[in-house]
T-cell receptor, first 111, second 114 residues
Framework: RKEVEQDPGPFNVPEGATVAFNCTYS??????FFWYRQDCRKEPKLLMS???SGNEDGRFTAQLNRASQYISLLIRDSKLSDSATYLCVVNMNTGFQKLVFGTGTRLLVSP | DAGITQSPRHKVTETGTPVTLRCHQTENHRYMYWYRQDPGHGLRLIHY???????DKGEVSDGYSVSRSKTEDFLLTLESATSSQTSVYFC?????????????FGSGTRLTVV
């Protein structure tokens, strides 16, 4: 089983739609969680951290379910500029800071 | 954005030749990492460093070595390049005491081994 698993997509949605991505992780001791965004042929960039209580940043909402070991990202009112690959990232808490990356979910927002 | 640069940005090399990629940071971050990214595999950790001269292996370290003689520089060397090492290589930095636990990535190096 992969340490971090995501649906690769692609998710094809029209502008204005709401879309949700899920991610599961294998290590129940994991402490830190993130969503990164990666544009085509670019480096990954931190989108948001994921907190136990859930957190929101504008149109983006991240949630964590420790009992089921999954993380979600909700994007409301999708924009064309949201088209990218979204990486689920988990700190496996192995005694130093080691992030494990999912393979990413591709989102395509169309006019 | 954090000051992190990778060089070269693109490189084509022949099988069997040694190749060195450079990562340079101006943020004085303690941790530095080398990842490779391939379709279907995502980002995989090659080597990491937690201080000057302190390095350790990641999950795909075979065929790679690293060195960190200064805080700001982390070098990745392919001792004898093979076609399976054709990939995009990303360097990343982090400093938990300052920026939490997220990473900042360099722009990447596209390496082709022919």
């Amino acid at each position: 089983r992969k340490e971090v698993e995501q649906d690769p997509g692609p998710f094809n949605v029209p502008e204005g739609a709401t879309v949700a991505f899920n991610c599961t992780y294998s290590n129940s001791a994991s402490q830190s969680f993130f969503w990164y965004r990666q544009d085509c042929r670019k480096e990954p960039k931190l989108l948001m951290s994921v907190y136990s209580s859930g957190n929101e940043d504008g149109r983006f909402t991240a949630q964590l379910n420790r009992a089921s070991q999954y993380i979600s990202l909700l994007i409301r009112d999708s924009k064309l500029s949201d088209s990218a690959t979204y990486l689920c990232v988990v700190n496996m808490n192995t005694g130093f800071q080691k992030l494990v990356f999912g393979t990413g979910t591709r989102l395509l927002v169309s006019p | 954005d954090a000051g992190i640069t990778q060089s070269p940005r693109h490189k084509v090399t022949e099988t069997g030749t040694p190749v060195t990629l450079r990562c340079h940071q101006t943020e004085n971050h303690r941790y530095m990492y080398w990842y490779r990214q391939d379709p279907g595999h995502g980002l995989r950790l090659i080597h990491y460093s937690y201080g000057v001269k302190d390095t350790d292996k990641g999950e795909v370290s075979d065929g790679y070595s690293v060195s960190r003689s200064k805080t700001e520089d982390f070098l990745l060397t392919l001792e004898s390049a093979t076609s399976s090492q054709t990939s995009v290589y990303f360097c990343a930095i982090s400093e938990p005491s300052i920026g939490g636990y997220g990473y900042t990535f360099g722009s990447g190096t596209r390496l082709t081994v022919v």
